[in-house]
């Protein structure tokens, strides 16, 4: 019985490190404040051909987890902020000329190779902002429904949130999702500044 008990003791601090650690575990998983269900056919997002970049990811709202908004398209300089659907080339041609119109010229990006008998790509801009954060806006979902598709934007848009520089910012995001005919609704979400500080993932 002593035994046992001298046992016991040694293992204490052992499961008190485990479960402090398990409940860590827990909070750095990104979750939603309300997880919403595809009651249709979830589409699968993918991001545009580019450099590979390290960093957080983010999750989607039916599963999984998406890269962090980045280059070619992760700033867009517009004063206002639209969403658009490019189903062919001579539309992202004329995207990648307004996109890159006003980059020094050796700063443009060449125009990413897209297969748009497969593909189309979904744009989100949010349009000028005073600040570099924590002003962001990403692409998190899509569900074929009811005869279209819904394209789920989340946006991070609150000047009381602590962060960032103060220089202008366009912050944007751009993903591939397979084409389709149908047409295309977009579904805004507003997420808070505490929400935001547990969505971010570092794998």
Wanted: glycine residues 8%.
């Amino acid at each position: 019985m002593f035994e046992f008990l001298s046992k016991l003791h040694t293992m204490k601090p052992a499961l008190i490190f485990l479960s402090v650690l398990g409940g860590f575990s827990l909070w750095i998983v990104p979750q939603w404040p309300s997880r919403l269900e595809c009651k249709g056919k979830p589409l699968p997002i993918a991001m545009l051909p580019g450099p590979k970049m390290t960093g957080p990811s983010l999750p989607l709202r039916f599963g999984g987890t998406r890269p962090f908004p980045g280059p070619p398209v992760n700033s867009f300089r517009s004063e206002t902020g639209f969403r658009l659907v490019i189903k062919s080339q001579e539309e992202f041609k004329d995207f990648w000329h307004r996109f890159t119109s006003q980059m020094p010229p050796d700063s443009k990006a060449p125009m990413p190779e897209v297969d748009f008998s497969k593909h189309m790509i979904v744009v989100s801009a949010m349009g000028q902002r005073p600040t570099s954060g924590p002003y962001q806006i990403f692409i998190d979902g899509a569900c074929e429904v009811d005869g279209q598709v819904e394209v789920f934007v989340s946006n991070v848009d609150n000047p009381k949130c602590i962060g960032g520089f103060t220089t202008l910012s366009y912050p944007a995001d751009a993903v591939l999702i397979p084409r389709t005919d149908l047409p295309v609704v977009f579904r805004e979400n507003q997420i808070s500044c505490a929400d935001w500080k547990n969505f971010i993932r570092y794998d």
